[in-house]
């Protein structure tokens, strides 16, 4: 009998699927609602590439002149925006709003968009890009009629739009992991606190004597202001500041705070996901 060994892409949608499991019925009617927003526009971007060969041309140009790495920091930042769209409703009171990060340049979108696209095909079909490419876009387009990925077919249903948003998530975190660019936590690496996460940590009181700050080992004055991260440990502000400027890590517990830096705050994301599986 043969071995059975776990499918990434199943792995990382169960995640997401537990994660959407975990939304009231109004924050899974929100966030349907700005996702069919998000993917009509992109159908309308996959559309204008493809009817126009100038348009298509240009974009395809672009692609080209990118290296690897740039071609995988822009999976990257849409895998986080989608996870901190999602990351957004979980903690959201309310009726949250999307968030408010800066949108993709059109440009940078088309790239993308015709990226995924590639990616798609050369998976369905792995000689249809062995065409000079001259030829991609009309490959491209005879596939789009057939596939899912032609996104203007979308909203027939809340269900469609989640599992459209599910597949693309897997999509994503898998090709990022697999170019080794974001969020397997694997390499070690330390990174910073966000300015804004830093920004809005609270100054609490020292109510009684006898905490220590466990970055200078002195003792915390009772009655004086020290900085209280979320999971709760207080520090002093004098040495908080410069820990957090290095890593976005708790010194007592290793809790994370959001980070800017793309790919440990997709780790970071990750990791709050796959709790509610259990998961890794």
């Known amino acids: 009998m043969e ?10 949608q169960t995640i997401i699927i537990t994660a959407l499991s975990s939304l009231s019925p109004s924050h899974l009617s929100h966030l349907t609602h700005h996702l069919s927003s998000v993917f009509h526009h992109h159908s309308r971007r996959v559309s204008a590439l493809l009817s126009s060969p100038i348009l ?6 672009h ?3 990118l290296s690897l790495h740039h071609k995988s920091l822009l999976i990257s930042r849409h895998l986080l925006s989608n996870l901190s769209l999602l990351a957004n409703y979980i903690h959201g009171h309310g009726s949250p709003q999307p968030p408010t990060a800066p949108m993709m340049k059109l440009r940078d979108l088309d790239v993308l968009l015709l990226l995924l696209l590639l990616c798609e095909l050369h998976q369905h079909d792995p000689h249809a890009l062995d065409s000079p490419p001259s030829r991609w876009r009309v490959e491209l387009c005879r596939h789009a009629t057939k596939s899912a990925l032609s996104l203007s077919n979308m909203g027939v249903s809340n269900c469609e739009i989640l599992i459209k948003y599910v597949e693309l998530v897997a999509k994503c975190r898998n090709f990022v992991n ?5 969020g397997d936590g694997k390499d070690g690496r330390e990174v910073s606190a966000s300015v804004a996460a830093v920004v809005a940590l609270p100054s609490v009181e020292v109510s009684a004597s006898g905490w220590e700050c466990v970055i200078c080992k002195e003792e915390m004055r009772e009655g004086r202001d020290v900085c209280e991260l979320p999971c709760q440990h207080l520090f002093h502000w004098i040495c908080i500041l410069p820990w957090l400027r290095k890593r976005n ?7 994370k705070l959001p980070t800017d830096d793309v790919s440990g705050e997709i780790e970071r994301l990750w990791a709050i996901f796959a709790a509610k599986t259990g998961g890794a």
């Open 63 to 65: 692609l080209h002149t």
């Open 3 to 12: 071995e059975d060994h776990p499918n990434p892409s199943s792995s990382s």
């Open 178 to 182: 697999a170019m080794g660019c974001g």
């Open 249 to 255: 890590t708790c010194p007592c517990c290793r809790y």
């Open 56 to 61: 298509f041309s240009l974009t395809l140009h």
